[in-house]
């Protein structure tokens, strides 16, 4: 059984926060956090 749902946005765009560091030989390290924002 097909069921059409019509045309509808699918992905919603949000914030994403690249979070930064360095150790302690100063080698930098960036990961990306996904949902940043979102409450």
Do not use: I
């Not at 979070?19 to 949902?35: F, I, T």
Request: proline fraction near 8%.
């Amino acid at each position: 059984m097909k069921k059409s749902f019509g045309a509808k946005t699918l992905v919603f765009p949000t914030p994403v926060w690249v979070v930064g560091s360095y150790d302690k030989e100063g080698k930098p390290n960036v990961m990306s956090a996904a949902w940043g924002g979102v409450c």
